[in-house]
C-alpha cells in the first residue's frame, strides 16, 4: 500500500489549479487505485477499481505479449465522477534469419465523465516515437500500430528501423 501526490504535465489542466492524489493497494495480484482529484474549484472525486492482465507465452524475442486492463471510477455520491476505461495492448515478434521483427497494436477506449489529463495522449515513446507526450492530440478513443526490424550490427549495438501509426 502506498500514497502519492502529483500534479499532471502543464497544459492539459481544464480550468485553473489542480492535483491529485493516489493510494494503491495489492489484493491477492490484483491492483486496486484509489483516486481523488481536483480540477479547480469545486473538486472532483472518484473511486477507482482497476483490473488488468498480462498474458505471455515466453520470454524469447518470438514471443506473443497481450495486455488488457479495465477501470471504473465508482461514484459513491452522485457528485464523483462516473467513467469506465479499457485498454489492451498487443505484441507479437518474429526471428527473421539474423533479424527480428516486432508488430504492435494498442487501443482503448473511456466512456463516462473523466477528468481532462486522464484522457489519452498520442505521442511520446509509448505511442508514437518522434513526438513529445501527447503532441498529436488527446481523446476518448485511440488506436495505434507499430512494426519495427532490428538486427544485431557488431557487439551490443543493434540497427532498427520502424514505423507508428
Not at 467513467?83 to 489492451?88: K, L, Q
Request: proline residues 4%; contains cysteine.
Amino acid at each position: 500500500m502506498g500514497a502519492s501526490c502529483q500534479s499532471p504535465a502543464l497544459g492539459r489542466k481544464a480550468n485553473g489549479r489542480w492535483s491529485e492524489i493516489r493510494v494503491k493497494h495489492y489484493v491477492r495480484g490484483r491492483h486496486v487505485r484509489f483516486v481523488g482529484v481536483l480540477c479547480g474549484n469545486p473538486y472532483d472525486y472518484t473511486l477507482l477499481a482497476k483490473l488488468g492482465g498480462v498474458y505471455r507465452d515466453s520470454g524469447d524475442h518470438s514471443s506473443t505479449m497481450f495486455v488488457f486492463n479495465a477501470e471504473q471510477g465508482l461514484p459513491i455520491l452522485p457528485q464523483w465522477l462516473r467513467f469506465n476505461r479499457v485498454t489492451a495492448h498487443l505484441k507479437q515478434g518474429y526471428e527473421i534469419g539474423p533479424a527480428r521483427l516486432i508488430l504492435s497494436a494498442s487501443g482503448g477506449h473511456v466512456e463516462g465523465n473523466f477528468s481532462p489529463h486522464e484522457a489519452f495522449s498520442i505521442g511520446g515513446t509509448n505511442s508514437v516515437r518522434g513526438y513529445e507526450e501527447g503532441a498529436i492530440g488527446t481523446g476518448r478513443s485511440y488506436a495505434v500500430g507499430s512494426g519495427e526490424v532490428s538486427c544485431r550490427l557488431f557487439g551490443p549495438f543493434e540497427g532498427v528501423i520502424f514505423g507508428d501509426w
